[in-house]
């Protein structure tokens, strides 16, 4: 039957701009994501404090790995402060699509 051929075809070019759509992450539900989830730790502008890095400026790319590295287990913290269990996907992208809109810290020399 062509048509049951056709059905996988039609659902890829359905879901295709979903997943684009995810990859680009909204960075003003990010922002509210991270005054509930983040800011306690990281400061209201991300820069972070002395046991805590900063997070602000940071590449949604690089950023995005580093919560599904805390997620899967991959990077461990001390004190288990990243817990991130309950992040989706899109609330990573989110998240990190806000912070990417913020300045990042001066450099260090
Ligand atoms: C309970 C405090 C706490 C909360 C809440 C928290 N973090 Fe963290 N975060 C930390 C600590 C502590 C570290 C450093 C852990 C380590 O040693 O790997 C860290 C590390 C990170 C890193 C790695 C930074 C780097 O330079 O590699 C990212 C990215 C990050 N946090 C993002 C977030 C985001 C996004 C949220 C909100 C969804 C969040 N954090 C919530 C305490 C917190």
């Keep these: ?3 049951m051929k056709l059905i996988p075809v039609v659902a890829v070019i359905i879901l295709f701009p979903v997943s684009v759509a995810m990859a680009e992450g909204d ?6 994501l991270a005054e509930t989830d ?3 730790c990281h400061g209201d502008d991300g820069l972070g404090d002395y046991d805590r890095p900063p997070i602000a400026g940071m590449n949604p790319k690089e950023h995005i ?4 590295n805390y997620k899967t ?6 004190n288990e402060d990243m817990d991130v269990a309950d992040l989706s996907e899109q609330d990573m992208a989110d998240v990190a699509a806000y912070y990417a809109s913020l300045p990042p810290p001066p450099q260090k020399q």
Aim: proline fraction near 5%.
């Design 1 to 3: 039957m062509l048509l």
């Design 27 to 32: 960075p003003v539900r990010g922002k509210l």
């Design 38 to 40: 983040c800011a306690d």
């Design 65 to 68: 790995k580093e919560l599904m």
């Design 73 to 78: 287990g991959k990077r461990k913290d001390e």
